[in-house]
C-alpha cells in the first residue's frame, strides 16, 4: 500500500535506479579451480537488485552504457506500481531505441541460445 501511494501522490511511472552498487572486480587468480565467495562483495556489487523483489515490485534492467576499461554493460534498473509492467516496458523499449550509445557486445561472450533459435527458425522457413 505504501507504494502504491508513492507513485499516486507523487505522480511517477517508474522508479530509476543503478543495477549495480559498484564496478563489477576482476575475479581473484584461481578462481575457476575452487571458485569463490565473498558475501560482502556480493552484497555490494547487487545491492539494488533485490529492491524490486522486495517490495513486491515489478522491475527491469535497461542497458545504458559500457564501462570504459572492461567494456561490460552498465544498467538502470526501472521498478513501477503494481501491475504496471507494460508501463516499464514501453519505457525499456524508448530508452533503448532513442540510446545515442551504439550496442555492443561485452568482450567475453557465449551466444548461448544461438544454436537453438538457429534450429527453429530454420525449421519453421
Known amino acids: 500500500v505504501v507504494c502504491r501511494d508513492i507513485f499516486l501522490q507523487q505522480n511517477i511511472d517508474a522508479i530509476v535506479s543503478p543495477m549495480l552498487g559498484m564496478k563489477v572486480p576482476k575475479p581473484q587468480p584461481g578462481y575457476r579451480g575452487y571458485g569463490e565467495s565473498n558475501t560482502a562483495l556480493v552484497y555490494q556489487v547487487m545491492r539494488f537488485v533485490p ?9 527491469l534492467s535497461v542497458p545504458v552504457g559500457y564501462e570504459k576499461d572492461t567494456g561490460l554493460p552498465i544498467g538502470f534498473q526501472l521498478m513501477g506500481d503494481a501491475w504496471s509492467e507494460h508501463k516499464l516496458i514501453h519505457l525499456a523499449q524508448f530508452l533503448e531505441r532513442e540510446s545515442l550509445i551504439p550496442r555492443q557486445r561485452p568482450p ?7 544454436p537453438f533459435l538457429s534450429k527453429s527458425t530454420s525449421s519453421t522457413a
Do not use: T
Open 108 to 114: 567475453h561472450f557465449a551466444d548461448i541460445l544461438g
Open 51 to 59: 529492491l524490486a523483489n522486495l517490495l513486491g515490485l515489478p522491475g
